[in-house]
């Protein structure tokens, strides 16, 4: 098992880092974290956390939008018996292709916390996202942990693993999965 | 993006009620954190599972006597009766009309089969915290809720330590 290292960098919207803001304890009354990615339930899910626990509660809740980049790691492949490593050209590129993901991801996330009249924190965490998303959430104190879940089948799920049911169990604080609305799958 | 009337700012939810005591601390949560979005009244559920009388009958090398047998029942009817309650005092604590629901049967499947007769759109479940061993042969009502419920589902974790 590789050491999973999740490094957490944390911005206010538009502005430079504050790291300071967002971890420390208790500044405001009730931290939600939300974890987004490209996909469409987990923008949903944010949506959902909006309406349904920020609600009225603006003032009292901060809202925190945190994406996960997998890991640009040196890839060594095996190429006609020789193993080769991977030209930092491309580590590079795979990288900066990861970094461009997240900003759009954390970007469209963001527009949807104004769209809505909420001001958001927003981190970055690298990482395998079942532990990045843990240990971000708990390096943020986070009172809830919002996530969606596209529900998976039963056979999916074991063999890619679930997101969702492992936070679940292994998060600290409780943990909000939202799925999909009715209708819009089976 | 949502329909209209999807988001009225209320919601229905459904709170299960087990043995535990890790349930009624997400009762107390729930109504805590989420109190305001929570449409009327909140339901409550327990389900009474089958299972107990299997290891009556191997006791008993053949089928148990009939009075034993209801003597269970009413004991398990009356506990189930006793936390739903206890559930319901919390509840008027903090000012919630409740509706409660009592079922029988396999409680995974029939926490999920109501959710989905009663349209509730937020399934809450506490965690007992069982490690991983004992959670793959005992199983796990809130890993099932989670997998299979076709609601949004709130795991609210009984962890010491971790102030609201």
Redesign the interface.
């Given at each position: 098992m590789e050491e999973v290292t999740a490094t957490v960098v944390i911005e206010g919207a538009g502005v430079g880092p504050e790291v300071a803001e967002a971890t420390t304890a208790e500044k405001k009354g009730f931290k939600v974290v939300v974890a987004v990615d490209d996909s469409e339930i987990s923008h949903y899910a944010l949506s959902w956390a909006i309406d349904y626990v920020l609600a009225n509660r603006r003032e009292d809740c901060q809202l925190v939008v945190l994406h996960v980049q997998h890991f640009v790691e040196t890839f060594m492949y095996p190429v006609a018996g020789h193993a080769v490593y991977a030209p930092t050209l491309s580590i590079d590129a795979v990288r900066k292709a990861h970094e461009e993901n997240s900003k759009r991801v954390i970007s469209r996330a963001v527009d949807i916390c104004k769209s809505k009249h909420v001001d958001a924190l927003t981190a970055v965490a690298e990482g395998d996202p079942k532990d990045a998303i843990c240990e971000a959430a708990e390096k943020l104190h986070a009172d809830l942990l919002v996530v969606g879940s596209r529900g998976l089948g039963m056979i999916k799920r074991a063999f890619l693993g679930s997101v969702s049911d492992y936070l679940a169990h292994h998060a600290k604080c409780p943990v909000l999965i939202v799925k999909p609305p009715k209708g819009s799958h089976k | 993006?949502?329909e209209a009337k999807?988001?009225t700012?209320k919601?229905r939810v459904m709170v299960a009620i087990e043995e535990h005591e890790c349930s009624h601390y997400?009762l107390e949560?729930t109504l805590l954190?989420?109190k305001?979005?929570i449409s009327s009244p909140l339901l409550l559920i327990t389900v009474q599972p089958f299972s107990p009388f299997t290891y009556v009958a191997a006791a008993s090398y053949s089928s148990p006597p009939q009075e034993l047998i209801q003597s269970m029942q009413e004991h398990q009817k009356q506990a189930a009766l006793t936390l739903l309650e206890m559930a319901k005092e919390i509840c008027a604590k903090h000012g919630v009309d409740v509706e409660t629901i009592m079922e029988m049967g396999e409680p995974k499947e029939v926490i999920c089969q109501v959710a989905e007769q009663q349209n509730v759109e937020?399934l809450v479940m506490g965690?007992h915290g069982r490690g991983a061993v004992e959670?793959f042969f005992l199983g796990?009502v809130?890993?099932y809720c989670?997998?299979h419920?076709?609601?949004?589902?709130?795991?609210?974790?009984q962890?010491s330590g971790?102030?609201?």
């Open positions: - | 993006m949502a999807e988001r700012g919601k997400a949560w954190n989420l305001p979005t937020l965690s959670r796990s809130s890993n989670v997998q419920a076709k609601c949004s589902v709130l795991v609210v974790k962890d971790k102030k609201n």
